[in-house]
């Protein structure tokens, strides 16, 4: 437990002490949950050794983000204070995560429009099962960007040492505790490290929403087209374009839902600081402890529940024949890959 003299030595108001502690039991849960979501997609897709399959390479890239964050978050919630570094790496990872989601997101999109080129064309020739070399260009922005990102985060909190900031308690919670009190008594590096953060988020939130609800609306035009067109459309393949329907609408509501708390209590913090120091700003920061953490999980179950949607369509709607056939043909794939 804590020593009685920490937990009490809070910058902020008094009240805010049970908020942190709540956060903190709060962040220790939800995280460790996102660590066994997050890690169970990355067994299921390394065990079935399609790493390398299109579809799934920028899932397995966004479950690493998220299970590294997960891991920093739970770091953060053991060690309380003194967490100079952790905080630019936790910003680092959630910024690659918001990459790699909407890497995501236009993977499912190429998927898309593929399979409406083939039935406009009529083409069904063998779709390549290896990834491009753009998508694994692709990835490597999603981790080398938000360093860029962030170098400038490094280079001033070490020039200025910012650690001083980040000695109190509960200063390693997620999201930047530290910065929700920052008042003009502060050295100004410290309030321009905090501001320049806390833009850093809500820009990339804004730019990953927007890019992702374009590709959402783009994809579902799409596959109306793809249903409608006079082209030939099996069973199979309509099952197939609805699956990518339900999880080009699933990720990007999923990013929505964990990651808009966040945003919003970034945003106030520039333009209103004063709401966050009160019930609103509580409100939210709880809020955002429980959405936050938790995207490695729900991502898990989004995953986990298309997969057991298409094995529970294979076993009704195939015959014992076509699915020993199709048994050979993914051992044979997996052989290869």
Known sequence: MWDEEVIRNTSAAQDWTQVFVAVRWIQIVVSSVSVLGSSSIIVCVMSQRLRTAPELFPLLWLSLSDLFLSLFWLLGAAILNGCFWLRPIEQVLYLSSFCLTLNLVWSQFCCIRTQFTCSITGYTGQISNRVSCKGKMAALLCGVVPVLLMTPVFVQSERSRCQTNNTEPFRCLMMDTGAMFVTSQQPQPIRATAVYSSSALICCF??????????MVRSRTLLKRTVSCGGFVGHQQRA???????????YPLVFFCCWGPAAVLALLRLISPSITQGWTGAALYITQSVTSGSQGWVNSLVYGSSRFRVHHRDVHTQTPLLR???????????STA
């Open 240 to 250: 197939l374009l609805r699956d990518m329907d339900r999880r080009m609408v699933l």
């Open 206 to 215: 804004l730019l990953t929403l927007a890019g992702i609800t374009g590709l």
């Open 324 to 334: 020993n056939q199709k048994r050979r043909g993914y051992d044979s794939l997996r």
